[in-house]
C-alpha cells in the first residue's frame, strides 16, 4: 500500500507540473473509474497540437477499456514490426531456418578449386555478434570445411547468387538523409555484420598520442577516413557519415584529449559485394588462397542453370526463427524487419517480393479482422512514411495473436518494460516493470506503444498507442504512455 501511495502522489505532482489538470487520485474502484483517469492523462495540454490514437480492450471481458481516435489512420513507426512478425510467425511458424549455400560447377583438382566458388544466400540477417563470437566465425567455420574436402586454392572467382529476392535494396518511402545510418541498413539475400560497420573511436590519452579508430570487421571493403581535430577541453562532437553511393567513411568534428570512447554505425553500400569480399578476405586468412576476385549476380535463370550442373560444397543453417524474431522486436532491428517478407514469399512462391507478401498475408490480414484496404502497407520495418494503420488494428493483431497456438512464443519476442529491449529503461519502479510487454515504434513527430498489460488482479489487456504531429520529445509521450500502463498495471478490482 506504501508503495501504491507514493506512487499517486508521484502521479499528482508529475501532473501538475505537465499541466494537466482534473486527475482522479484514487484508486479507480471499477472500469469505468479507471477509463476516466485514462481520459484524464491523455487530456494533457502539452498534447493539444497533436493527434492521438489509442485502444485498449480487456483479453478477459473482451470489453473495450479506452478508445480515441481508434479506426483512425496512424503513420506507426516501427509498430509495422507488429504485422511483419506475426505473418512470419503464421506463415513459417517459429521453427523456420535460413539457408546459406556454397556449390561450383568446378572441379577439384590437386587440393585446387578449378574454377568459381558461388556461394547462394536466402537472407540470413544473423552473421553478427549477436549469435555469434565474431562476425566472421562462420566463415572461418566454412573454410575448414572446405578444407577437410580437399580445398586449399580457388583458382576463380566468389560470386554471390542473389537471385532469391529481387533487386530491391531499401524499403519504398526511406529518408534519403538516413541511408548512411545503421538504422537504414540496406538489405539482401547475403548479409553480414548487419550491413554495417561499429567504428570505436578512442580520442587521444594525452598530447603525444594518436587517436585510435578500431571497426569491429576488418576489410578492404571500406575505407575509414579520420578527419576531426584534437582539443584541450570541451566536449567531443563528431560526425560519422558514408559518402552516399560509397563506402568511404568520414570520420568529422571534435575530439578532445582524454575524452571517452565513441561507438557510431554506418552503413555500408551492396550488402551482397561486402559479404563475398568478407569472405574471401576471411578464407584467405584460415588458409585457402582466392586467386580471382568478387561479384555478385541475381538472375534467376542464371542461378537455375548453375545450380542444375553444380555440386553442393557445404549448407549453412541460421538460429531458429524464434531467435531472429526475438531479435527483430527486441531491438528493433529494421534490417530484420525488410528480410522477413522477403524470406517468406522466397520460400512460399520461389522469389522474395514486398509485392509478394502483401498478397500472401492479405487471408491471415482478413482473419485477424483487418480488411483489405482499410490499412496501407508500405514496408517491413516501419521507416517508410507511407505505412498507415489505426490503433484498433494493431490491437486486433494483438489479440488474434494472444488466442493463438503461438501465443507464448509471441509474447517472449515483445520487449519487457524495465527488463530488456527498447523497454529495458522505461517503467522502472513501477507496477508496469516486468510487467509490460510491448513494441515501440519511433520516427520524426511519430511515436507508437503496442502491446500488453496485466493488472494487479490479474486481468490482462491488450493495447495500442499512437502519436502523430507531435513536436515534443520522445520522452514526453512516454510519461503518456508509460503513466496509463502503470494506472492499469495498478488497478485492482
Same mark, same amino acid.
Given at each position: ?27 479507480? #474502484? ?6 476516466? !483517469?485514462?481520459?484524464? $492523462?491523455?487530456?494533457? +495540454? *502539452? @498534447? ?98 572446405? #578444407? ?6 580457388? !583458382?576463380?572467382?566468389? $560470386?554471390?547468387?542473389? +537471385? *532469391? @529476392? ?116 576471411? @578464407? ?210
Amino acid at each position: 500500500m506504501k508503495q501504491s501511495l507514493f506512487f499517486t502522489i508521484l502521479l499528482f505532482l508529475f501532473y501538475s507540473c505537465a499541466g494537466t489538470e482534473n486527475l482522479q487520485h484514487r484508486k479507480a #474502484k471499477n472500469h469505468k473509474e479507471l477509463c476516466s !483517469q485514462i481520459e484524464t $492523462i491523455f487530456n494533457d +495540454s *502539452a @498534447f493539444a497540437h497533436a493527434h492521438w490514437g489509442a485502444s485498449i480492450k480487456s483479453l478477459k471481458t473482451g470489453k473495450i477499456l479506452y478508445k480515441q481516435n481508434d479506426d483512425k489512420l496512424f503513420l506507426p513507426a516501427s509498430n509495422t514490426k507488429i504485422p511483419t512478425s506475426a505473418n512470419t510467425f503464421l506463415e513459417l511458424g517459429t521453427d523456420f531456418y535460413f539457408e546459406t549455400m556454397l556449390y561450383s560447377d568446378a572441379e577439384i583438382q590437386d587440393s585446387i578449386l578449378i574454377g568459381n566458388l558461388y556461394v547462394k544466400g536466402t537472407g540470413d540477417p544473423t552473421l553478427y555478434e549477436e549469435f555469434y563470437d565474431s562476425t566472421t566465425a562462420v566463415f572461418f567455420d566454412w573454410a575448414t570445411i572446405l #578444407k577437410f574436402k580437399g580445398i586449399k586454392s580457388i !583458382q576463380g572467382d566468389i $560470386i554471390g547468387d542473389e +537471385s *532469391a @529476392f529481387d533487386e530491391s535494396r531499401l524499403g519504398y518511402g526511406w529518408v534519403f538523409d538516413n541511408f548512411d545510418t545503421w538504422y537504414s541498413a540496406e538489405f539482401g539475400p547475403l548479409q553480414i555484420n548487419e550491413n554495417y560497420v561499429d567504428i570505436t573511436i578512442f580520442p587521444p590519452a594525452t598530447s603525444e598520442d594518436s587517436t585510435r579508430v578500431f571497426p569491429n570487421i576488418s576489410s578492404s571493403y571500406f575505407s575509414i577516413i579520420d578527419k576531426t581535430v584534437l582539443a584541450d577541453t570541451g566536449k567531443s562532437d563528431i560526425s560519422v557519415r558514408r559518402k552516399f553511393g560509397t563506402n568511404d567513411i568520414e570520420i568529422k568534428g571534435t575530439l578532445v584529449i582524454g575524452g571517452n570512447k565513441i561507438v557510431r554505425s554506418p552503413s555500408i553500400t551492396n550488402p551482397g559485394l561486402f559479404f563475398t569480399t568478407v569472405l574471401k578476405e576471411t @578464407f584467405q586468412r584460415n588458409g585457402i588462397s582466392v586467386l580471382g576476385s568478387t561479384s555478385v549476380f541475381s538472375d534467376t535463370l542464371r542461378s537455375d542453370s548453375l545450380l542444375m550442373k553444380s555440386d553442393t560444397l557445404l549448407l549453412h543453417f541460421s538460429p531458429d526463427g524464434q531467435s531472429i524474431i526475438s531479435k527483430l522486436m527486441k531491438r528493433s532491428q529494421n534490417m530484420y524487419a525488410e528480410t522477413m517478407p522477403r524470406f517468406v514469399t522466397y520460400q512460399k512462391t520461389g522469389h522474395g517480393t514486398f509485392d509478394k507478401w502483401l498478397e500472401i498475408i492479405e487471408p491471415n490480414m482478413e482473419k485477424m479482422g483487418i480488411k483489405k484496404g482499410s490499412y496501407q502497407y508500405a514496408d517491413g520495418s516501419g521507416l517508410a512514411r507511407y505505412n498507415y494503420f489505426s490503433p484498433n488494428q494493431f490491437r486486433s493483431i494483438l489479440e488474434y495473436m494472444y488466442y493463438s497456438p503461438y501465443k507464448e512464443k509471441w509474447l517472449e519476442v515483445f520487449p519487457i518494460a524495465g527488463v530488456d529491449g527498447t523497454l529495458k529503461r522505461r517503467m522502472i519502479g513501477t507496477s508496469a516493470e516486468n510487467n509490460v510487454r510491448a513494441k515501440t515504434g519511433t520516427i520524426s513527430n511519430s511515436r507508437g506503444l503496442s502491446g500488453y498489460v496485466t493488472s494487479k488482479s490479474g486481468e490482462e489487456f491488450a493495447f495500442s498507442f499512437l502519436v502523430n504531429g507531435h513536436i515534443l520529445s520522445s520522452s514526453d509521450t512516454d510519461r503518456i504512455t508509460d503513466s496509463i500502463l502503470t494506472l492499469i498495471a495498478e488497478f485492482d478490482r
